[in-house]
């Protein structure tokens, strides 16, 4: 099966609430990225986390990674109707030979966020 | 500075046909990636060139499908007698090179219907 597999793949919640979406992949990763995705639009980053941090905030997203169980979660705190997307988390494996990383996605966690 | 930037954003083509998909990535950016999203699903890694050069393609479809950086222009994703399981939206991302930490800027995508 894949890298990044998120959970739960839908998510609705009321306007203002917290989201948390997860992430498990099972190989050895560099770094763990989130996107977001607009229906019909393309990719936007929102923040990347390195294999040696626990914990990164931006803005009311926070993230957080355990390398131990392969996992990440992503928080979106006082959440609002423009957060209505899809998430998508993404492992860069070690290097390769050439020094750049390959970049898997999963297959993502629809949000709906009602006014 | 412009993002990267796709053309056309939607492409019809008949069964057979041939369909062209560019990219021209940030500027300064030497790397180039081409992803493709079928619905409902993440996006799957297809190639990754630098100028001149397929670094890799391990992603790529071994019949109808190939890919180039050249020089001077855009990325070209070319499919060749295009089937309906083509349709799909084809993502383009751009790095300023290799390193840790990098990040991938994704263009707006390329959304192509094969009838």
């Known amino acids: 099966s894949q890298q990044g597999e998120e959970d739960p793949q839908a998510l609705s919640i009321q306007e203002g609430e917290n989201a948390t979406m997860n992430c498990s992949y099972k190989?050895?990763?560099?770094?763990l990225q989130w996107y977001r995705q607009n229906s019909g639009r393309g990719l936007v980053h929102l923040i990347l986390?390195?294999?040696?941090?626990r914990e990164k905030h931006s803005g009311r997203l926070r993230v957080t990674l355990d390398t131990s169980k392969k996992s990440s979660s992503l928080l979106i705190t006082a959440s609002r109707a423009a957060d209505t997307a899809s998430y998508f988390c993404?492992?860069?494996?070690?290097?390769?030979?050439?020094?750049?990383?390959?970049?898997?996605f999963g297959i993502g966690t629809k949000l709906q966020v009602i006014p | 500075n412009a993002g990267v930037m796709q053309n056309p954003r939607h492409l019809v083509r008949r069964r057979g046909q041939e369909a062209r998909l560019r990219c021209s990535p940030m500027?300064?950016?030497?790397?180039v990636y081409w992803y493709r999203q079928l619905p409902e699903e993440g996006l799957k890694f297809m190639v990754y060139?630098?100028?001149?050069?397929?670094?890799?393609e391990s992603g790529m479809p071994k019949e109808r499908f190939s890919a180039e950086f050249p020089k001077e222009g855009p990325s070209i994703l070319r499919i060749q007698q295009v089937v309906r399981g083509d349709s799909a939206a084809y993502f383009c991302?751009?790095?300023?090179?290799?390193?840790?930490?990098?990040?991938?800027?994704f263009g707006p995508g390329t959304r192509l219907t094969v009838t």
């Open positions: 993404a492992t860069a494996d070690r290097f390769l030979s050439g020094g750049y990383q390959k970049v898997t």
């Open positions: 190989t050895s990763i560099n770094n």
């Open positions: 991302a751009s790095s300023p090179g290799t390193g840790v930490s990098y990040e991938q800027y």
């Open positions: 060139l630098q100028k001149e050069n397929i670094i890799d």
């Open positions: 986390i390195r294999s040696n941090e």
């Open positions: 500027k300064g950016h030497s790397h």
